[in-house]
């Protein structure tokens, strides 16, 4: 990822997709969110609050705002709107963060410009900002079937509690989004 895009204007927001709620922490539908909250942590940022009237919280961290909607992932669309124009970003500046139930375990793929692949999430941002051009973080979360065995539904898997094994490769790929954004550090 380029944090510095063709129109000359730099990645300035980064949000993070997750479900409100203590039941959706640790799960995998969430690692968007926990990872925007873990590059925060990595960054020594204060803590996050509530942006006036918005469904979100947020944190800056030098010359980046990290946050994250508090309303269900298929709803974050007129949250992530209502960051940008708070914040006076084009979608361009934006880094949406998420979990894809297609991609391996762990793996990272960053882009700009694609359409949802059938994330409700995305669904829902693309819409609210009625273009497809703002960046992506996707964060596989998909665990190889066993020889064998017929591949699980997304639903089948992505609201379960992340298993202790998965957590190194979710480490790693955090490591990966905090070099893309922050390559000189």
Do not use: W
């Not at 980046?64 to 992530?80: C, D, I, K, L, Q």
């Not at 934006?94 to 391996?104: C, G, I």
């Not at 693309?126 to 979360?141: D, K, S, V, Y």
Request: hydrophobic share 40%.
């Amino acid at each position: 990822m380029d944090p510095e895009n063709s129109n000359g204007k730099s990645i300035a927001l980064i949000v993070g997709l997750g479900n409100p709620g203590p039941e959706y922490v640790g799960t995998y539908h969430n690692i968007g969110r926990r990872a925007v909250e873990e590059l925060v942590r990595r960054r020594g940022a204060a803590s996050f609050a509530r942006v006036s009237r918005i469904t979100a919280e947020a944190t800056r961290v030098d010359a980046h705002t990290f946050a994250y909607p508090v309303v269900y992932m298929n709803e974050s669309g007129p949250a992530v709107r209502a960051l940008l124009d708070f914040y006076k970003l084009q979608p361009e500046q934006l880094l949406v963060v998420h979990d894809d139930a297609d991609l391996p375990l762990g793996e990272v793929r960053i882009a700009f410009g694609r359409g949802d692949a059938g994330h409700h999430g995305i669904q829902s941002v693309i819409g609210a900002l009625g273009t497809e051009a703002f960046h992506r973080a996707r964060i596989g979360i998909r665990t190889p079937a066993p020889e064998g065995a017929p591949r699980l539904e997304a639903g089948d898997f992505v609201l379960k509690h992340i298993a202790p094994a998965d957590e190194p490769r979710f480490i790693a790929a955090f490591d990966e989004i905090e070099r893309a954004l922050f390559p000189a550090s």
